[in-house]
């Protein structure tokens, strides 16, 4: 299909962007790599009549560790993420999960601001988020704000940015050594969207003492679910199979998958099972080399 006609804007600094989005009002949406926001453009599920391009604004693209935070630029690209040396050595999390998403073309265009700002329960970038325990920084004509990942999604598509205010930077502590991330998303075929997916960060004291877990889910709730029983289900005492299984058990019973084309609502409950099993190993060795 063909969207409606609309008019296009390529502002060159965050301020003049952000300028136009209050001109233009609800009227306007920001465009970033296209890759969501096209597609609903030409079923007409959205219909923006000014499209405002932020890709010509510098110094949004850049993947960084300052003070002891990773620092994401909004308009990195999924590509970036997937071959960033820096990543793979600190967070093979994001290697894990960008090369799962859709295909190359894809991954070279989509952005992770893009990603997140979409709010899509469905998208794998909210899962890994929950798990690292993001804040998302928003800027708008009053600045900065940091909003937590937990207050960030809550609903259907729906996302605590305020119109006017631009996605521009993630920021995650960058956890102690002893610590592993990992993900997974069980798909139908390379490049669809999650049947269920899951991602773990796990940290171990010198006792093998779990101090730290984030777990964030993918596709198998209205909106990105933490899976906040199976964190405190590992939290404070040493991992041991008994642990891992109740885990399992708490995030299986906690989501809230619906039955489509991509399998029951059991087959993805026991799905969510199996892999927060597997993420948590995967987690753990990557913890201990
Ligand atoms: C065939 C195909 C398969 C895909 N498979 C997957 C998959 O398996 N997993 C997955 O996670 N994704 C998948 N995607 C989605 C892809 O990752 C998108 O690129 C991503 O969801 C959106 O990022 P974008 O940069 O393209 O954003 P856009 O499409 O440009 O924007 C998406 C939405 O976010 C808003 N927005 C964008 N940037 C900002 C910002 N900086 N601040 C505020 N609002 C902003 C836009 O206004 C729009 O509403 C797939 C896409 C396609 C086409």
Same mark, same amino acid.
């Given at each position: 299909?063909?969207?409606?006609?609309?008019?296009?804007?390529?502002?060159?600094?965050?301020?003049?962007?952000?300028?136009?989005?209050?001109?233009?009002?609800?009227?306007?949406?920001?465009?970033?790599?296209?890759?969501?926001?096209?597609?609903?453009?030409?079923?007409?599920?959205?219909?923006?009549?000014?499209?405002?391009?932020?890709?010509?604004?510098?110094?949004?693209?850049?993947?960084?560790?300052?003070?002891?935070?990773?620092?994401?630029?909004?308009?990195?690209?999924?590509?970036?993420?997937?071959?960033?040396?820096?990543?793979?050595?600190?967070?093979?999390?994001?290697?894990?999960?960008?090369?799962?998403?859709?295909?190359?073309?894809?991954?070279?265009?989509?952005?992770?601001?893009?990603?997140?700002?979409? $709010? !899509?329960? +469905?998208?794998?970038?909210? *899962? /890994?988020?929950?798990? @690292?325990?993001?804040?998302? =920084?928003? &800027?708008?004509?009053?600045?900065?704000?940091?909003?937590?990942?937990?207050?960030?999604?809550?609903?259907?598509?729906?996302?605590?940015?305020?119109?006017?205010?631009?996605?521009?930077?993630?920021?995650?502590?960058?956890?102690?050594?002893?610590?592993?991330?990992?993900?997974?998303?069980?798909?139908?075929?390379? $490049? !669809?969207? +999650?049947?269920?997916?899951? *991602? /773990?960060?796990?940290? @171990?004291?010198?006792?093998? =003492?779990? &101090?730290?877990?984030?777990?964030?889910?993918?596709?198998?709730?209205?909106?990105?679910?933490?899976?906040?029983?199976?964190?405190?289900?590992?939290?404070?005492?040493?991992?041991?199979?008994?642990s891992i299984n109740e885990a399992a058990q708490y995030a299986s019973e906690d989501c809230n998958p619906s039955s489509d084309l991509r399998g029951s609502e059991e087959y993805k409950r026991s799905i969510v099972g199996t892999l927060v099993k597997r993420m948590i190993h995967q987690a753990v060795n990557r913890a201990n080399n």
């Amino acid at each position: 299909m063909i969207p409606q006609s609309f008019q296009y804007e390529s502002p060159g600094s965050l301020s003049e962007a952000i300028a136009m989005l209050q001109q233009y009002g609800e009227d306007a949406k920001i465009l970033s790599g296209g890759h969501s926001l096209i597609p609903m453009m030409k079923l007409r599920f959205a219909t923006p009549e000014y499209l405002i391009d932020i890709n010509g604004i510098p110094g949004l693209s850049f993947i960084k560790e300052e003070n002891g935070i990773l620092r994401i630029g909004a308009l990195t690209r999924e590509a970036d993420l997937e071959h960033s040396d820096f990543l793979k050595k600190k967070f093979p999390i994001f290697s894990d999960a960008t090369k799962l998403i859709a295909d190359p073309q894809v991954r070279n265009m989509g952005t992770i601001g893009g990603n997140i700002a979409h $709010g !899509d329960a +469905a998208n794998d970038h909210p *899962a /890994v988020m929950l798990a @690292l325990n993001a804040t998302i =920084v928003a &800027t708008g004509p009053d600045g900065e704000r940091e909003i937590p990942i937990d207050e960030f999604f809550f609903g259907f598509y729906m996302t605590a940015l305020q119109h006017g205010e631009i996605l521009t930077e993630i920021r995650i502590p960058v956890p102690p050594s002893g610590t592993g991330n990992a993900y997974y998303k069980m798909e139908r075929k390379v $490049g !669809d969207y +999650a049947t269920a997916g899951v *991602a /773990v960060q796990i940290t @171990l004291d010198d006792n093998g =003492v779990v &101090t730290a877990a984030g777990i964030g889910l993918t596709n198998v709730n209205p909106v990105p679910l933490r899976a906040a029983r199976s964190e405190q289900a590992l939290i404070g005492k040493p991992l041991s199979e008994a642990s891992i299984n109740e885990a399992a058990q708490y995030a299986s019973e906690d989501c809230n998958p619906s039955s489509d084309l991509r399998g029951s609502e059991e087959y993805k409950r026991s799905i969510v099972g199996t892999l927060v099993k597997r993420m948590i190993h995967q987690a753990v060795n990557r913890a201990n080399n």
